[in-house]
């Protein structure tokens, strides 16, 4: 993948694909700490936050790229 550094050149859709990409990668890494018993009870909402954050990262780069193909500014 090429990286974009201005937006006629498809930033905002790369920066979808790095969002998406991050949670995925996020979501897997705090499954195999879970699935190896390295996540504690009390680290729970800490991870819980990760994912929410990443999550909204995506949403977020999403609604731009959305806007930009729509013509929004």
């Known amino acids: 993948m090429k990286v974009y550094a201005s937006y006629e050149n498809g930033y905002k ?8 990409t991050t949670q995925a ?12 018993g390295k996540i504690k009870a ?3 909402a800490l991870y819980g936050a990760i994912m929410e954050e990443a999550e909204g990262a ?3 780069a999403r609604k731009q790229y959305t806007e930009e193909k729509e013509g929004k500014k």
């Open 13 to 20: 859709e790369q920066q979808v694909a790095i969002k998406e």
């Open 58 to 60: 995506v949403a977020y």
């Open 42 to 44: 009390d680290e729970l």
């Open 25 to 36: 990668l996020i979501n897997e890494a705090i499954a195999a700490r879970l699935n190896d």
